[in-house]
């Protein structure tokens, strides 16, 4: 029988825990990554060395690589001192491989050969681009950083949303898109990890054309000022919006209340559960309902930080791919 | 037959060719590396990160992997702009290493398993030091840098050189020695990469106890104001005595006259070609005359670029492990 093809839609952590449990079923995976990341390490290394986003990718990478723990460790090791600090070393890694390759692309394959990687990632654009949205109040944010940082967005209402400049997609999402089995979007941060993947180019065409079933991983938590009192729906609609068809054919969504205690913590900086508005209602999709919720405490390896750092109501890898399989087989 | 063990004694660029030349023979290797660097890349690291120097072990861990092209590529390759200008990735994997695993040593152990190195690179101490030299004029120089650039060191007379701390010798260094069936020590800057080996404590008693026949690799050009108008004899004078006994069997030195331009070139700045003082005299060492010239143009891989940044007049490492492994035998 025929492998079957899936590809992940997103960015950031949400791909790495999903990639994690995608990785251990008989597969062919493959990564399309956002490339509009701009803070931290990734956008230093923007400004300085001229690079593309590396730290999406590195995440991606890693999540896939079968090479030792110890590599998977010091690609996600951050330096703490001095004028390194900060920087992961894996984005280091990308970066010098960029720049001996003269391409960023040839440079995640060179790292995907070096790391063992298992699937292709591939990001989601080559061109050096910068995420916009102009508010209704007039004001104008330029980069993920100042996006997702932004606390008036929700209240201001979005005019426009869109890449500077416009950006065409790498032709192997493309080709990946078209070929799926499973298109696979999200989880993670509505505006500054999924929605800029479909901003691109040829991605909402290729998926509109694709055969593929499209599934999407619905977010466990809205964020604050941005997706405040989402349902399940919103997403949906905007995910589809994007698109430019109703082409969201599953969602998944966790069934399990996660534990009081952290769900107060959340709630302190607004981010609280997402919920289904009608569960029953007439949708175009299929609601999946399943606990998706890692009740590990979380205890990670260094491999596993930057899961660690952001979320601790979480999605887990492993669940999460159990229920993907079950519905790119039924 | 017994696999016989080669041990080299050196540093830096000279180690990096020696070590790419003998790596091709069916012997055992064991790379001794100075641990007093503490300029460019290097010292920036020492300074901000508190790691141990890392970039001669890193030239003697590229010489001896058997990975890809690509991955030594990147081990070499140096950032040129922005708050990353001038490291060497490969330091920087280092020292992640070295903070991964609160140990410089593991940390190269690690670093030697994944850039797959055959044979074993041994850093010579593990005890953080400053390489210090006081002189006759009461000057006091403190680091390897400064000894380096001092111009003065000859005409005022060396007083004193030492390591402060004082430093033990790995244990597996002493090991190694004990076992080795040849020892080889340098080419390479005399007060700055090969005499500091001596300095710690152990390694002049390793080799005054081992059994190995031991050889020493004589500079093909002096050094301008520290090792002016140095004859052969001169060298191996001052390394029996930081051995403390009449050590060296053997000493090879090129007999093949550079191109006139490069040695104009090396003229300009005083770094005169050595030569022999007596070559029939009553040495108690063999001199091994050969051609062991490199007489390629400097024609480097972005791997081999930092033999190529600091030396025209240099070995041919192929053709000085031949030289080699012929004393190994006879």
Redesign the interface.
């Known amino acids: 029988m025929r492998r079957k093809n899936i590809v992940t839609i997103g960015g950031g952590t949400g791909s790495f825990m999903l990639l994690s449990g995608l990785k251990k079923y008989p597969v062919n995976l493959a990564a399309i990554v956002s490339m509009t990341d701009d803070g931290g390490s990734t956008g230093?290394?923007r400004?300085?060395?001229?690079v593309l986003p590396p730290g999406d990718v590195r995440q991606c990478l890693v999540a896939l690589s079968d090479s030792?723990k110890?590599?998977r460790?010091?690609m996600n090791?951050r330096?703490?001192?001095?004028?390194?600090k900060g920087?992961s070393?894996g984005n280091?890694?990308l970066?010098?491989?960029e720049?001996?390759n003269h391409s960023f692309s040839k440079g995640v394959e060179?790292a995907a050969?070096?790391l063992d990687v298992r699937g292709e990632v591939i990001p989601v654009t080559e061109t050096d681009i910068v995420l916009c949205m102009d508010l209704q109040n007039g004001v104008k944010l330029a980069g993920e950083e100042e996006i997702n940082h932004n606390r008036d967005l929700q209240r201001a209402g979005i005019k426009k949303f869109y890449l500077r400049p416009r950006a065409k997609a790498s032709s192997k999402a493309i080709k990946q898109l078209l070929a799926a089995d499973l298109i696979v979007i999200g989880p993670g941060n509505h505006y500054c990890s999924i929605a800029p993947n479909f901003l691109v180019d040829g991605i909402p065409q290729a998926i509109r054309k694709s055969k593929a079933k499209v599934v999407y991983n619905c977010n466990l938590v809205n964020k604050s000022s941005h997706t405040d009192g989402y349902f399940l729906e919103d997403y949906v609609t905007a995910l589809n919006g994007l698109i430019g068809a109703e082409r969201i054919d599953f969602v998944t969504f966790n069934s399990r209340r996660p534990d009081a205690k952290l769900i107060k913590k959340y709630a302190k900086t607004k981010d609280l559960l997402v919920k289904v508005r009608d569960l029953r209602g007439d949708h175009n999709y299929q609601i999946i309902m399943a606990n998706l919720l890692s009740n590990s405490k979380p205890k990670f390896s260094?491999a596993d930080a930057i899961a660690a750092q952001r979320s601790f109501i979480r999605h887990d890898g492993a669940k999460l791919a159990k229920t993907l399989m079950s519905i790119l087989q039924s």
């Open positions: 230093v290394l400004d300085e060395l001229g030792s110890e590599l460790e010091l090791y330096f703490a001192e001095g004028g390194l920087h070393f280091l890694f970066s010098a491989l720049k001996i060179k050969r070096i260094a």
